[in-house]
């Protein structure tokens, strides 16, 4: 099956800084990334995914890129704010009849400092 | 609509009780929908998922079960709990053109 690996686990910023999170997957046959964002004591919450289709997909300032070649993607986050501190998820779908299954990496609890 | 509900928000109940958490979904029909345990600081456990009423698959062999009795209703059970049980349950749909997963406000079960 998937496998989601990523990584820093952890990641401390300074307040305006840029973060990147990045993730690699195993199943060559993945076509849909998916990024969660968490707050303590509350759901993940999707800020962001990719499609197999396309390289990179910007949102104001978070962005994903992905590298199918590599089997790779990542999560950018420019001009961080406190706001943004937070646990990250990444996620791939599964190939074939699993393709609704998320496999999701261990996540990153990203700290943006004042 | 990506609205999902789930009861109770909050739960302590003693080892060897049984469990029951409810998940009911608004928006498009026939969504799947998941179970998850999230451990206190870990990442997302898929425990169960389903693709229609009454189909259900498990993930993760273990002393619970799921049911599908309606079509935007999904149920986590146990007959008897184990102090590993505890954690943050959360429900999750996807669907629709995209079928991107939304996740469900959750329930955080302690086991004493």
């Known amino acids: 099956g998937e496998n989601v690996e990523q990584h820093p686990s952890t990641l401390s910023v300074q307040e305006g800084d840029s973060a990147v999170i990045k993730c690699t997957y195993s199943?060559?046959?993945?076509?849909?990334f998916p990024w969660y964002k968490q707050e303590l004591g509350k759901r993940p919450q999707l800020i962001i995914d990719?499609?197999?289709?396309?390289g990179e997909k910007k949102d104001q300032r978070i962005a994903v890129t992905l590298n199918k070649t590599a089997k790779h993607f990542s999560l950018h986050i420019t001009e961080t704010q406190p706001e943004d501190s937070a646990v990250y998820f990444c996620?791939?779908?599964?190939?074939?009849?699993?393709?609704?299954?998320?496999?999701f990496g261990k996540g990153t609890l990203l700290t943006v400092n004042p | 609509s990506q609205t999902i509900h789930q009861w109770p928000a909050t739960l302590v109940q003693p080892v060897g009780s049984p469990l029951s958490l409810e998940c009911t979904v608004e928006?498009?029909?026939?969504?799947?929908l998941y179970w998850y345990r999230q451990a206190a600081g870990r990442g997302l456990q898929l425990l169960f998922y389903?693709?229609?009423?009454?189909?259900i698959s498990s993930e993760v062999p273990q002393n619970l079960s799921a049911s599908r009795p309606q079509d935007r209703q999904f149920i986590l059970s146990s007959k008897k709990l184990l102090l590993s049980d505890s954690g943050f349950y959360l429900c999750?749909?996807?669907?629709?053109?995209?079928?991107?997963?939304?996740f469900g406000p959750g329930t955080r079960l302690t086991v004493l």
């Open positions: 990719i499609r197999s289709n396309v």
């Open positions: 199943d060559s046959a993945s076509n849909y």
């Open positions: 389903s693709v229609g009423i009454g189909q």
């Open positions: 996620a791939a779908s599964g190939s074939g009849g699993s393709n609704y299954k998320l496999t």
């Open positions: 928006g498009t029909s026939n969504p799947n």
């Open positions: 999750a749909k996807s669907g629709g053109a995209y079928n991107e997963q939304f």
